[in-house]
């Protein structure tokens, strides 16, 4: 009786296994790679799509002239870079985070960012709020010697208090020496676009 007994708990235990793990035909797909550190991000739903990177007329050939002196150089990495570069400077300068403005901003933007910060702190005023990024593109490129600029015209909506939501058109320009170890670029220069 007992041995009965065993003999139906080990055939369940194997049929759930059979269930559970199914059985190898040899026609699977094979396993898909963990994705590596530094893959870029796949777009969230509801997120703004970025636009391909504009590799041609002046703005191609800058990129050019970067990847050829910086391999490493990833224009569409760098796209979805500036893209979360503007949302944190954004919200930094709108919080009056001076710290965190500091290591993504050129000194003379910096200083720029600062006194206004101060101002809008002495009159009470409110920085302005992301509420949504529209598009993200590459509007010019340029290496200069050792330091590459390359130029992004952002479309956004920003709120600012009592003013509402506001569309924003701006060409925001960043900066990086090619032969500095630090992968990091700063905001050199805004303008509207």
């Known amino acids: 009786m007992q041995l009965a007994i065993l003999a139906f708990v080990a055939g369940f235990v194997l049929f759930r296994l059979y269930t559970t793990l199914g059985r190898r035909t040899g026609s699977e797909p094979p396993p898909q790679p963990a994705p590596v550190q530094g893959e870029l991000p796949r777009e969230t739903p509801g997120a703004a799509p970025f636009a ?7 703005a191609g050939e800058g990129l050019m002239a970067i990847v050829r ?34 290591g993504l ?5 910096f200083q720029s960012y600062a006194a206004a910060i101060t101002e809008r702190q002495t009159t009470g005023g409110e920085g302005p709020e992301l509420v949504r990024l529209k598009s993200a593109e590459i509007a010019d490129a340029a290496l200069q010697g050792d330091v590459a600029r390359v130029t992004v015209k952002f479309e956004a909506e920003l709120a600012e208090g009592a003013h509402g939501v ?3 058109r701006e060409r ?12 990091n670029w700063l905001l050199s220069r805004v303008q509207a676009a």
């Open 52 to 58: 391909a990177p504009n590799v041609e007329g002046s």
């Open 69 to 102: 002196a910086d391999p490493n150089f990833d224009i569409e990495h760098f796209v979805v870079g500036s893209r979360a570069a503007y949302e944190l400077i954004v919200g930094a300068f709108a919080k009056g985070d001076q710290e965190t403005l500091r």
């Open 105 to 109: 901003l050129t000194p003379r933007v």
């Open 166 to 168: 506001r569309d924003a």
């Open 172 to 183: 925001w320009t960043f900066e990086r020496n090619v032969r500095s170890p630090d992968p």
